[in-house]
DNA sequence: TATGGGATTACCT
DNA sequence: GGTAATCCCATAC
């Protein structure tokens, strides 16, 4: 199970066909630790570095932080917020492009057990109902940031079918500007498990 | 059930 | 020196 890799070549399309018609559905695996855990992705954000007031990378400025969102799509780009947070990241499209997109949502596949024990709860549906959560549920750390997802480590399996897929404004980035109203955030329609959005920094 | 605030640190200006 | 692509718990009703 989740032997198969998505194909390289997915990852460098067009970065909102990349999320809706590959990622999305697609399966997280991860062998952190020693004990394979995977989801299936059910939400994620688009961030775009060359115009995009909320990415780290806004007019493709590269920092320390920031730096594998311009490698090759399909590798990984970690990072820490709030103090306490990992956050990650498919990157998308080709090298020199800041393009990546935020995963928000898993619905656990494997590795239940695991993931519970990580997360300190039994409830499925706080496992990996955020983006801070399911790092934590699958032990991702800065520590795999820029890593390639078609390794053994962490990767990406295909998903087996088309998905039903709704756009909203993206989580947690009233400072964007205009950018904070765009429909770059995608869920699985109808999934129970996507993240629970706090009123406040909810889209309007 | 809803709201508000605190945790905690790397990174950027 | 301020703040962040969050989460959790305490308090209130």
């Known amino acids: ?4 890799r998505i194909d390289k070549k997915a ?3 067009d ?3 990349a999320a809706t018609e590959v990622l999305l559905g697609s399966y997280l695996c991860s062998r952190i630790g020693g004990c394979l855990t995977a989801g299936r992705i059910t939400e994620l954000e688009v961030y775009i570095g060359a115009e995009d007031k909320a990415c780290h990378a806004y007019l493709n400025r590269k920092t320390p932080r920031n730096a ?3 490698e090759t799509g399909g590798c990984a780009y970690v990072f820490f917020v709030y103090g306490m947070y990992n956050q990650f990241n498919v990157v998308l499209n080709e090298a020199g492009t800041a393009n990546a997109a935020l995963i928000r949502g898993l619905e656990p596949v494997a590795g239940i057990e695991t993931m519970q024990e ?4 039994d409830r499925l549906d706080n496992l990996t109902t ?3 959560k399911l790092c934590q549920a699958l032990g991702i750390t800065r520590e795999q940031n820029g890593i390639d997802l078609g390794g053994d480590l962490l990767w990406l399996s295909p998903r087996d079918k088309k998905i039903e ?3 909203t404004p993206r989580i947690g980035i009233d400072y964007a500007e205009e950018y904070a109203e765009k429909p ?3 869920v699985i329609r109808g999934s129970r498990f996507v993240s629970k959005i706090p009123k406040k920094g909810r889209p309007r």
């Open 1 to 4: 199970m989740f032997e198969d």
């Open 11 to 13: 990852f460098l399309q």
């Open 15 to 17: 970065p909102f066909e």
């Open 68 to 70: 594998a969102m311009f």
């Open 118 to 121: 990580r997360r300190g709860t």
């Open 130 to 132: 955020g983006p801070g």
């Open 165 to 167: 897929w709704q756009a």
């Open 184 to 186: 770059w955030r995608f």
